[in-house]
């Protein structure tokens, strides 16, 4: 339910064309979101330190999707996204 919320959230505050700020992207309710996000259309920027948590969510986009995540290390990179959906607590 959590995930579907968050979701519909961004889908209605935002434009496929819009490239999205995710924090939290690798947990369980991070990844279905992200993932769902991916299959409209959307670019994603996840912020992660973890090589290995991004590959594994690269993985599960597929192709297509993996073509529009891009990883972050710091939370500056997300300066020109416009939404940002924060499922980790700013640190």
């Given amino acids: 339910l959590t995930a579907a919320v968050v979701y519909q ?3 209605r ?5 819009d490239e999205i ?3 939290g992207a690798t947990s369980t309710v991070g990844t279905a979101v992200v993932l769902r ?3 409209d259309g959307y670019s994603i920027r ?3 330190r973890s090589a290995e948590r991004f590959g594994r969510l ?3 986009a597929g192709p297509e999707g993996g073509r529009r995540l891009v990883r972050a290390e ?3 990179e997300g300066s020109r996204c416009r ?9």
Avoid at 13 to 17: A, K, L, Q
Avoid at 83 to 88: A, E, H, K, N, R
């Fill in 58 to 60: 690269v993985a599960l």
């Fill in 46 to 48: 996840v912020l992660t």
């Fill in 9 to 11: 959230k961004v889908r």
């Fill in 83 to 91: 939404t940002w959906v924060l499922g980790s607590p700013l640190t």
């Fill in 74 to 76: 710091r939370y500056e």
């Fill in 13 to 17: 505050r935002t434009e496929p064309s």
């Fill in 21 to 23: 700020f995710f924090t």
């Fill in 37 to 39: 996000l991916l299959r």
